[in-house]
């Protein structure tokens, strides 16, 4: 045998050595792996996604070592997270989010889907509400603390941290609603008080940016428009994150989107009910802010569903003027009214607005006009 045949031959050797001595290893981090996370789900403290300074060292290595086929592998990961989604397996479907947004952590819809899974699948799994608090915790923690550190100002990361706050935590529909809002009330006292005032300086300013990630020139801008909001509350926190989508949005439809959940934070705010949080009553000072987000909405995108939503507002704040006896800002309301009916419709006198029984329907709609009935020739 040649010496060149006989270097070739311990190459290959050493290759084959090395790579079993490599897949002993990685098998080896994958027992161990395994049995921590079992150890985390008995505890209840399983599915919390690394830090994205702090991804697993296994992982850290194929990332280094895919380079440019990094994207390859994540589609492939999306692959197989689509399957465990229709089998149901979101346990196993944390990890492998975790993974995809470490291989890509710039794709927003990864960071999303991570925290629909925790937020949505898995809490409802959960019997007890401090568990469902938990892992309800666990997905807006990574939108709010990991997602947006990737990708500050991204409009549509910003558009579903809102959404959480506000239908998650402020909605009805799930029945750990209370506990949530509890739980927010409790982590966010020793920030910003009993009243729920955002912190004018001090640590607790300081806080409130470092563990809520609440800018202080940004709550200045909206309480300007809207006055001082109670922070404790899910429905200031969705009205932030989703002005922040707002603020940043590119396209027209994105910025749409989140103009429209801000509306639906103020409509919160405006009709609190505080049995619900047994928190603060109704906020009618955000009034004026919802109107102009309203006509904002219906100047960009002029539809039946924007007018009628607008709509209603206005005459809300029309018969609220009258009971006051601000006949200027009543008669103004009424004006907007008539510029925003739609064409062959018929705006009802004012003093027939006013009265307490008119139905809240369309009433800027088009209506049929009466005919003659139609004669034989």
């Not at 919390?48 to 194929?62: G, K, N, Q, Y």
């Not at 809102?162 to 966010?188: M, S, V």
Request: glycine residues 6%; aromatic residues 10%; proline residues 7%.
């Amino acid at each position: 045998m040649e010496t060149s045949d006989i270097i070739r031959s311990v190459r290959r050797l050493a290759g084959s050595a090395s790579a079993v001595v490599s897949l002993a290893a990685l098998l080896a981090f994958a027992s161990v792996q395994n049995r921590a996370l079992a150890d985390r789900r008995r505890t209840g403290g399983a599915g919390i996604a690394p830090r994205p300074s702090d991804p697993p060292p296994a992982l850290a290595f194929v990332v280094v070592g895919l380079g440019a086929f990094r994207g390859l592998a994540a589609e492939a990961l999306w692959l197989r997270a689509d399957r465990l989604q229709w089998e149901g397996r979101y346990f196993e479907l944390v990890q492998l989010s975790s993974w995809i947004t470490s291989l890509d952590p710039y794709a927003a819809d990864a960071w999303v889907y991570n925290a629909w899974n925790l937020s949505y699948n898995i809490s409802a799994m959960m019997l007890r509400p401090e568990d469902r608090v938990r892992w309800v915790w666990h997905g807006l923690r990574l939108l709010r603390d990991d997602a947006l550190a990737w990708n500050p100002g991204d409009a549509q990361l910003c558009r579903e941290l809102a959404w959480l706050y506000l239908h998650k935590i402020g909605g009805t529909l799930d029945e750990a609603a209370p506990a949530y809002r509890q739980f927010l009330a409790t982590e966010t006292a020793p920030v910003f008080g009993p009243a729920g005032a955002f912190p004018s300086a001090g640590s607790a300013r300081d806080a409130a940016s470092a563990v809520f990630k609440l800018d202080a020139s940004r709550v200045a801008v909206i309480e300007a428009q809207t006055g001082p909001l109670d922070w404790r509350t899910p429905e200031s926190h969705a009205l932030y994150w989703a002005w922040s989508g707002m603020t940043h949005a590119v396209d027209p439809t994105e910025r749409f989107k989140c103009r429209r959940l801000a509306c639906h934070a103020l409509m919160a705010l405006y009709g609190r009910d505080p049995t619900l949080s047994g928190l603060a009553a109704p906020n009618p000072a955000v009034l004026p802010a919802l109107l102009h987000l309203l006509e904002q909405q219906y100047v960009d995108f002029p539809s039946s569903t924007t007018r009628r939503l607008y709509g209603f507002h206005l005459l809300h704040a029309l018969r609220k003027a009258a009971d006051a006896g601000d006949t200027a800002q009543r008669d103004q309301f009424y004006e907007r009214l008539l510029m925003i009916a739609a064409k062959g419709s018929t705006l009802p006198p004012l003093d027939t607005l006013v009265q307490p029984d008119f139905p809240f329907d369309d009433f800027l709609a088009p209506q049929q006009k009466n005919r003659e009935p139609d004669t034989p020739p």
